[in-house]
DNA sequence: CCGAATCCTACATGATACTG
DNA sequence: CAGTATCATGTAGGATTCGG
């Protein structure tokens, strides 16, 4: 089992200081660990719980989310579409509506969050 | 599926400033994220992984992961045995050897790391 | 051999105010 | 409504050195 995860230790670190100086500056190249970093940032878990039940606009998304800032629900909801486990639409009326909805891969993981959750307890 | 980690979200903070000032001072109460925050910390996976295979001492471990510093490796250790997944046992003799196992919680979690990479990849 | 102690940098998160 | 911009702070990670 040890074996597989073998040719991502090696490299450790990357990013080599692109412009300025010697900024360590790291990207996990373990697909594990990159995805499990990814999911431990906070709300992470919460917004796709959520979402697995419905789809939701950005600012019910806040006010379900009592604590959560602009910020850090815009960098999340990104990083969702960006992985794919998360579409997001919008329409040109005014107000705009947008609305974020899980993908097929976006259900997978958010069953092996629930998974998670039976065992963690 | 949503309504099992409601009980969670409400809280969002905790901490309240123990001694000094105003410090945000952030632990999740979800068991969840509390989880993916901290097997997603880095070389958790892969030290864990590492321990799937066979039992290491702690400089082993250290050859086997190029690029880590032993704070780092302590760090993981000690809350790896904290939350159950490692059992840490260490002889009287000189020079000292020190063996970390992985525990039954600990496959358990190596097991699901399992099914996280083939899903990743 | 197995770590502990220091110091330092980068990043994650938050609060808040403002815009198309 | 759905974000963006800015500023501030705590925590994670790493380099290095030292001790039992």
Redesign the pocket.
């Known amino acids: 089992m040890a074996t597989e995860l073998s040719k991502w230790e090696e490299q450790?670190?990357r990013?080599e200081a692109v412009g300025t100086?010697?900024?360590?500056?790291?990207?996990s190249q373990c697909p594990v660990e990159d995805w499990l970093?990814f999911l431990?940032?906070?709300?992470?878990a919460l917004i796709l719980w959520r979402l697995s039940d419905r789809e939701?606009?950005?600012?019910?998304?806040?006010?379900t989310l009592p604590?959560?800032?602009?910020?850090?629900?815009?960098?999340?909801?990104?990083g969702f579409v960006e992985r794919g486990l998360v579409t997001?639409s919008?329409?040109s009326t005014?107000?705009?509506?947008?609305?974020?909805t899980l993908t097929d891969a976006g259900r997978e993981i958010t069953q092996m969050l629930s998974r998670l959750y039976e065992w963690a307890r």
Chains 1, 2 share one sequence.
């Open positions: 450790g670190l990013g100086k010697q900024a360590p500056r790291h990207v970093t431990g940032h906070r709300w992470s939701f606009g950005f600012s019910e998304l806040m006010e604590k959560i800032s602009p910020k850090v629900l815009t960098e999340r909801l990104e997001r919008s329409t005014f107000p705009r509506r947008t609305t974020y």
